[in-house]
């Protein structure tokens, strides 16, 4: 069977873990790449899912890809890779335990990053006594609260007796013929490289799914942003030689003159550098996740995803008043902000996808630790100008002096006090009129006379200061 024919479609696997994603995979899939289920060393030796694994199925016209990545809360990062290059998630909740911390992180990921459809699956119904019909309600209920809505496709499965599979793939199949799938064959060669390893006496081996283009034999493709090229000698689709690649094809690809030892996941192959961006200072604005609790306060650090490549960065929100950009700190009630993000190291951006992940992975795995996502405005080569406000306290002195109301505390000497005079005061006071005397002390007016004010009140003199922030 030629493979290469097929509707290429791309299923991401999440879920908290022990849930049994990569059990579900095992069953689903007739095909198994190389980095294919478990495949990393540490996984076996640790039991659990460390890496993005791929294997692969067959439902009528479609060839289906499932990337299988980590549940473990300290590899969310490594999950989040992998919904670049995603159709539609598959959620598995253990149906014994429900809903846990790193279902919630997963669900917000994917529908942060715009993934629109999802299958949720309630493994292992062998070992459960109670309602199943009452847990596929309850988990109604939890999808809700999100954006995908109660009325999401959920089928009980067991993984270990192979059971209810043939009415998930028969969901797998409605959902995916339900899918708009916009494959880009005629553009720039883009594949994001998960995987790259060396083969005696073939050289470089480079895995990935092409995003967009249609690839070619003895093509030279540049490996971004290492500034490495290479002829491509041969393509695999699973394991079948094929004469080329359209986009939506997950492919291995063996290039020659190329450097494994310089390559890693966030690199790309592409016929055309001048579709990306190579940056590291970027003005975004964030949609934040209203379930993620803590304040993000200016200089805050986050946990970058972009493409497939995750890195430490820090954000600074702002608003904007007369084109200046004013620090503010955000709270989660905040409906998107402005901010400017500066990461610890440059990083490749794809023009025509201009979306992040913005994670807190230094909080605990019991809390939700996806702040959001974020849309690039636009790339600085340097940190622009940025303007907070520097709060003075005064105290009125005598409110009933014969020249104006008398204010100690915004000045400490008289030329001190000629330079605030005209500065706008927070109500109920209106400016600084005049100094008074030679110790800094001024005059203030008032927003009306029928304002009472008396000895003892404070004055606040609100001035906007100009700063640079400092290049990390």
Do not use: W
């Not at 459960?128 to 988990?139: L, M, Y």
């Amino acid at each position: 069977m030629d493979i290469s024919k097929k509707i290429p479609v791309h299923i991401g696997l999440f879920g908290h873990i022990d849930s049994g994603k990569t059990a579900i995979a095992k069953v689903l899939s007739e095909i198994i790449s190389t980095a294919g289920i478990d495949a990393h060393p540490q996984s076996k030796e640790r039991g659990i899912t460390i890496d993005i694994g791929f294997t692969s199925f067959i439902l009528e016209d479609y060839l289906i890809t499932l990337v299988d990545g980590p549940g473990h809360a300290d590899l969310i990062k490594i999950s989040a890779s992998s919904v670049e290059i995603i159709d539609c998630a598959v959620i598995v909740i253990d149906i014994n335990k429900g809903p846990q911390v790193q279902t919630g992180e997963h669900i917000i990921m994917v529908e942060s990053l715009g993934i629109n459809k999802i299958i949720v699956i309630l493994n292992k119904i062998d070992l459960f006594s109670r309602d199943i019909n009452n847990e596929i309600e309850k988990t109604r209920n939890f999808f809700k609260t999100t954006s995908y809505g109660p009325d999401v496709p959920i089928y009980p499965v067991s993984a270990k007796n192979n059971t209810g599979f043939t009415q998930l793939k028969k969901g797998i199949l409605s959902i995916i013929k339900s899918i708009e799938l916009k494959r880009d064959i005629g553009g720039d060669i883009i594949i994001p490289i998960d995987h790259h390893f060396p083969i005696k006496g073939m050289g470089a081996v480079l895995t990935g799914t092409l995003l967009s283009g249609n690839l070619k034999l003895n093509q030279n493709l540049d490996i971004l942003p290492i500034k490495s090229s290479g002829r491509v000698k041969s393509i695999q689709i699973f394991h079948q030689p094929v004469d080329s690649a359209k986009a939506g094809d997950r492919i291995g690809i063996n290039v020659k003159g190329v450097d494994v030892n310089k390559i890693y996941r966030g690199c790309y192959a592409t016929n055309n550098p001048d579709v990306f961006n190579y940056c590291k200072i970027m003005e975004i604005l964030v949609n934040n996740n209203k379930l993620f609790k803590p304040k993000t306060h200016f200089g805050t650090q986050v946990h970058v995803t972009i493409g497939m490549f995750t890195t430490v960065g820090m954000i600074y929100p702002f608003y904007e008043k007369d084109l200046k950009k004013i620090q503010i700190n955000v709270s989660n009630k905040e409906n998107g902000f402005k901010a400017l993000i500066m990461l610890k190291e440059k990083v490749l951006v794809r023009k025509e996808r201009t979306i992040m992940l913005l994670s807190r992975l230094d909080l605990p795995p019991t809390t939700l630790r996806i702040l959001g996502s974020a849309r690039i405005l636009r790339i600085h080569k340097e940190p622009p100008l940025f303007y907070k406000y520097k709060v003075k306290k005064g105290t009125i002195k005598n409110p009933d002096h014969s020249q104006g109301i008398i204010c100690t505390g915004l000045a400490q000497s008289v030329i001190g006090a000629k330079k605030i005079i005209g500065k706008k005061l927070e109500p109920p006071f209106e400016r600084v009129l005049n100094t008074f005397g030679t110790k800094g002390n001024v005059i203030v007016g008032k927003e009306s006379n029928e304002i009472a004010v008396k000895r003892g009140d404070p004055v606040y003199l609100k001035e906007l200061r100009s700063f640079h922030l400092k290049n990390i």
